[in-house]
């Protein structure tokens, strides 16, 4: 039964209910984006929540605090499960079903649940039960190897790949999925969402290019890892960062053209052993004037183009502002709702504390 009281919310999950034992890192994420999305969150945490608060993360919910240890909460979570058409949990492997609300024991009470484990390894294999963050998951993958400079060890970018990218978002999706077949059969299933598949099925287009010899996951020979010349960043004259990354041969013209380039700068960007050579020419090029005189030289043109931007700087930037990419809401910055709809748009909503349940 859709919950009662929806004139406050919007989206296409609207009526969508579901159960969120607080983690942290992509569980949360992945219940931000269902909530944006129309449907009603009620977090499960403990007395002094997960140890990271983060008020844009955790928006959109109803938390409720209960000690899922005892029998009493237990039962009271079972209850809510009856009534729910997702649960979304973030324990190591067995956790939840030491503590009597494991698949088995929820989809007794509601079988149409989907029933979705968030973890870094994976329910099963060797290493399922052992401590771990992005880091250790993106290493496992391939993924880590190959981001970071020509010397020195590889470089983590932040944990966006991991948590959000094969974590988080592969969540989301295994849950819609589920949803659909559910449709078909009337029953729910568990969704064994791990980091390491996700990333490692992020890397498939690599894996995919890498024997016909397109691309190579070599640092300082791959195309797209910042070896190359005209696929990096560069300093300015004021010490700020600018981006190009004008691969296409009429992109890369258009951007040489532009930025008068010498001839001998023009020709050299598909030979590997010219890469580094050409990138600290272009570096002395682009040394020669400010973040702000490129921007008005190069920004909408298509010579594949971008200053560098601080989070504070993105959401001030004009194309970011017209869309309305970001929201400052009680002098946080919150991104918008993504992605977005014609008909049902989502909105973001704020966190209901000390919520008793489903309405």
């Not at 928006?59 to 009271?76: F, V, W």
């Not at 099963?124 to 290493?139: E, F, K, M, Q, V």
């Amino acid at each position: 039964m859709p919950p009662q009281n929806t004139q406050s919310r919007q989206g296409p999950l609207l009526g969508l209910r579901v159960l969120e034992f607080a983690s942290i890192g992509p569980g949360p994420h992945c219940a931000m984006l269902l909530a944006d999305m129309g449907a009603e969150v009620l977090r499960i945490e403990r007395e002094g929540g997960n140890g990271w608060p983060n008020p844009v993360v955790d928006r959109g919910r109803k938390r409720l605090t209960l000690d899922i240890r005892t029998q009493a909460g237990r039962e009271r979570c079972l209850a809510l499960a009856e009534n729910a058409d997702v649960l979304i949990e973030g324990f190591r492997p067995g956790v939840m079903e030491r503590l009597g609300l494991g698949p088995e024991q929820v989809h007794a009470c509601n079988p149409r649940l989907v029933y979705g484990r968030m973890t870094g390894w994976g329910q099963t294999g060797p290493l399922a039960n052992s401590a771990g963050h992005d880091i250790n998951y993106l290493a496992i993958t391939g993924a880590l190897a190959a981001i970071g400079g020509r010397e020195g060890p590889a470089i983590p970018p932040l944990n966006l790949v991991g948590d959000f990218g094969g974590g988080s978002l592969y969540l989301a999706f295994g849950i819609m999925a589920a949803l659909w077949e559910r449709e078909r059969s009337g029953q729910g299933q568990v969704i064994d969402a791990a980091i390491v598949d996700g990333v490692s099925s992020m890397m498939t287009f690599f894996a995919g290019l890498l024997p016909s010899g397109a691309i190579s996951l070599e640092r300082d020979r791959n195309l797209l890892s910042g070896a190359a010349p005209h696929y990096r960043c560069y300093t300015c004259a004021d010490g700020r960062d600018i981006s190009i990354g004008p691969l296409e041969p009429q992109f890369l013209a258009e951007l040489m053209q532009r930025i008068d380039a010498p001839k001998s700068l023009r020709d050299g960007c598909n030979d590997p052993a010219q890469w580094l050579d050409q990138s600290e020419r272009l570096a002395a090029l682009f040394a020669c004037r400010t973040q702000n005189e490129w921007c008005a030289l190069l920004e909408g043109t298509d010579a594949c183009f971008a200053p560098v931007l601080t989070l504070e700087e993105a959401a001030q930037h004009p194309h970011m502002l017209e869309r309305g990419v970001y929201r400052d809401l009680n002098g946080v910055l919150h991104a918008a709702p993504a992605p977005r709809f014609s008909r049902t748009p989502g909105a973001i909503k704020d966190s209901v504390k000390d919520a008793t349940g489903w309405d």
